[in-house]
Each structure stands twice: as C-alpha cells, then as structure tokens.
C-alpha cells in the first residue's frame, strides 16, 4: 500500500509521455499558472525596489549608504538564482519557485518589521532574503518553456515577461497608496511597498505550490528519459550544446551590463542638470516599459526570423541607444527618453534570444541547474554595472560611459559570428563522417 501513491505518479507520468495532445494542453495550462504568478511577482519586485534606497536613508540618517539595499538585495537574488536552479532541477519548477518566490515574501516582511522596530541588521538581513524575488521573478520565465516546440521557445519567454509589466507598473504606482495604509496601522510609511511586496510575492508562490501540478519540468524530464535511446550521438551534441549555453550566456551578460550602467547614471545625470523627479519618473518608466512590453513581438521575432538575427539586432540597438544619450542635450527630455527606450528595447532583444538559446541547448537533465547558474552571472553583471558606471562618471562623464557601453554591445557580433561559424563547421564535420 506505502507504493501506491508513488505508482499512481508514474502512471500519471507515463499518460503524458506517450500523449502529445495532453503534453500541449500541460504547456498552454503552465503558461496560464506562469502569467498568473508573474503578475503578482511583478507587484512584489517593483513595489520595494522604488522605495529601499529611501527607507534606508531614512533609518540610517545619511546618503551614504543609500546604495546598499539595492546590493543587497542584488547578493541575495544571485544567491537564490543558483539555489532556485538546484531545487528546480532536483524537485521540478513547483518547489523552486514556491519556495524562491516565498522566500522573497518572507524577506519584504522582515524589512517591514526592521522599519517598526528601527532595526538597522534586521533591515540588510531582511533585504538579502528580499533578492529572492528578483531572482524567482527572472526564473519564472522558464518554467513556460520545459514543454514548448523549438519554434515556441522564444515566445514562451516572452509571455512571462509581458505578465511581469502588469504588476511592475502596478507596484510603484501602488506606493503612496500602501504608504497611507501603513502609515495607518502605525508602520513607517515608507515600509507601506513592501508590506504590499510581502503579500504579491507569497501570493506569487502560492499559486507554483497549488497549480503547477503535473510539474511541466518533471514532465519534460520523463519524456527525455523515455526517449534517450541514441547514445552515440549525445557527445557531438553535449559539445555543440556547450557552445550554445556559452553564447546565450554572453549575450545576456553583456546586455545586462550596459542597460544597468546606462540606466544607473541616467537618473543622477538628470538630476545634475535640473531635471525635476517626475521628469527622472518618466524617462525612467518609458525605460522599464521598453524592457517588457514589446517582449511578445520580440519572442515571435526570436522564434521566426531566428536567434542569431535578434542578438546582432539587440548589439545594434544597444549602439544606438548608447550614441543617443551621449549626443543629447542634458536639458533634452525628447532624446533622453528615446535614449532609454531604445536601451530597453536593445536588453530585451538580448535576454529573449539568449534565454531561447540556453533552452535549445539544454536538455531537462541539465537544464534548471544551468539556467539557476546562468541567472547568477547575470545578477553578478547587473551589479558590476552598476558599480562600475559611478566610477566611469566620475573620472569622465555620463556621455563617455554611454559610449562606452554602445560599443561594448558590439561584442555581441563577433560571439553570434562565431557560434554560427562553429555550428557550420560541426556540420561538415557530421557530413564528411
């Protein structure tokens, strides 16, 4: 009898592997849970991103340290990357991001209580588990794409990431509202987001721990496994499937680079010439919207006109963007924000068709686990970006560093180059075999 349930799981799995028409109606049902979840984890990210560096100027008393929520935050969201990766590929999509994304609320709720009990290590200790969310927010993405054809990858992606606009722009106009709730049950009202952050990311958990059954991960894997039979052909494309991983990965390092650099300094460059915080708040909301929303059409581009295409596209973009803001005017809004958008749209170009190459070369037996390791590199770059843009401003100045990044997103070129290179040349080599 204890075998039981362990039989009925095998079985369930055996109908999905031999059934196409059940597999399709599992990964159309998994995008639904993942426009769900990404909604609500959307809220959660942006509602204590707009306001952390405020609440920690406000409990320490001085600017000085008003950076360290947002490196805080970025640690624990590479920490939880790889973290959420090795419980993906382990237990299967459900409990990692349950628990990644739960994990998250956890944090906002602690930096809720660090606010009332004016608790400066509970504030960074609680920031750090906050990074969860960032990094379970980004992973979500994936889990559309366990059980999507070749042709649909880039699409999937791109679903999830159009669901996260809705509660990234929600959030931050969430904030004097959740301030004024806050404020009335005597929190501090600056903790008022993140009691809102609390709630969308546990909510964001809950519904990967109640919906997401069959698990699409656990399912892909059980469909590889029945179908592994053509051993000899595994090493040749192990190797080509390497290559495939490092040349996402770059592409989407790089890009997360230079948007974070850029964007970083746009704010404080505005802010030196005059600009009021509503002029940074639109400039600045016009940059997040050309990050997600044009991701559906970026995901049908990616899966019809092709990966390679789409990752010289987004170097290009990037080179654009980079010109725009050095030439413009300080006192130019028109050319600031069409600076910004095209960065937004340059990074999106770049993080859907390097994420659809790191899908198409992994397989389930691998696949959480390097994306989990992935996620880190790209949380680390956006960090180092940032740190390193400061540092370019200083000793120059704000045009220099976006020059500087335009043609750093050129590299891009050459990477795609090669990889197409080397995928010609395996081929002539299975041909002349």
Do not use: C
Request: aromatic share 6%; charged share 10%.
């Amino acid at each position: 009898m204890t075998h039981e349930p362990h039989s009925n799981n095998e079985e369930h799995l055996r109908s999905y592997i031999d059934n196409p028409n059940m597999q399709k109606r599992l990964y159309k049902r998994t995008l639904i849970i993942v426009v769900l979840s990404q909604i609500f984890g959307g809220a959660g990210l942006a509602a204590g991103v707009t306001v952390g560096a405020l609440l920690a100027q406000d409990m320490l008393g001085t600017e000085s340290y008003a950076g360290v929520p947002a490196a805080l935050s970025t640690l624990g969201s590479a920490v939880t990357a790889l973290l959420v990766g090795l419980l993906s590929q382990r237990y299967g999509r459900r409990m990692g991001l349950a628990a990644g994304f739960l994990a998250g609320g956890i944090g906002a709720m602690g930096v809720v209580f660090a606010a009332v009990s004016h608790s400066i290590i509970l504030l960074f200790a609680s920031l750090l588990v906050y990074g969860a969310g960032t990094a379970t927010n980004l992973q979500a993405r994936y889990a559309g794409t366990d059980l999507a054809k070749p042709r649909q990858r880039a699409t999937a992606v791109s679903i999830a990431m159009v669901s996260t606009t809705f509660g990234a722009v929600a959030g931050p106009n969430l904030v004097e509202v959740m301030g004024r709730f806050a404020a009335s049950i005597e929190v501090p009202a600056l903790a008022g987001p993140f009691i809102l952050a609390a709630g969308a990311y546990m909510i964001a958990g809950l519904v990967f721990l109640v919906l997401l059954r069959p698990d699409p991960f656990v399912v892909a894997k059980a469909i590889v496994a029945a179908q592994s039979k053509h051993s000899e052909l595994q090493t040749d494309a192990r190797l080509h499937n390497n290559k495939g991983i490092i040349v996402g990965a770059t592409i989407m390092i790089l890009t997360q680079i230079v948007m974070v650099a850029i964007m970083t300094m746009t704010p404080i460059h505005m802010k030196h010439h005059g600009h009021s915080l509503g002029d940074v708040g639109l400039v600045i909301g016009i940059h997040i919207g050309a990050m997600y929303l044009p991701s559906l059409v970026t995901g049908i581009l990616v899966d019809k006109v092709g990966r390679t295409v789409m990752s010289i596209a987004s170097g290009g973009v990037l080179l654009a963007a980079g010109i725009v803001a050095a030439i413009a005017p300080a006192d130019s809004m028109l050319l600031l924000i069409i600076a910004l958008a095209l960065l937004g749209l340059g990074w999106n170009f770049g993080l859907i068709s390097g994420t659809a190459l790191i899908v198409d070369a992994t397989d389930p037996a691998n696949r959480a686990k390097t994306q989990g390791t992935i996620d880190v590199l790209i949380a680390l770059a956006g960090a180092s970006g940032g740190a390193l843009s400061g540092m370019i401003v200083a000793q120059s100045s704000y045009a220099m560093l976006s020059l500087t990044g335009g043609f750093l997103s050129l590299l891009l070129i050459p990477v795609v180059i090669w990889s197409r290179y080397h995928k010609a040349a395996l081929s002539k080599n299975k041909a002349l075999n």
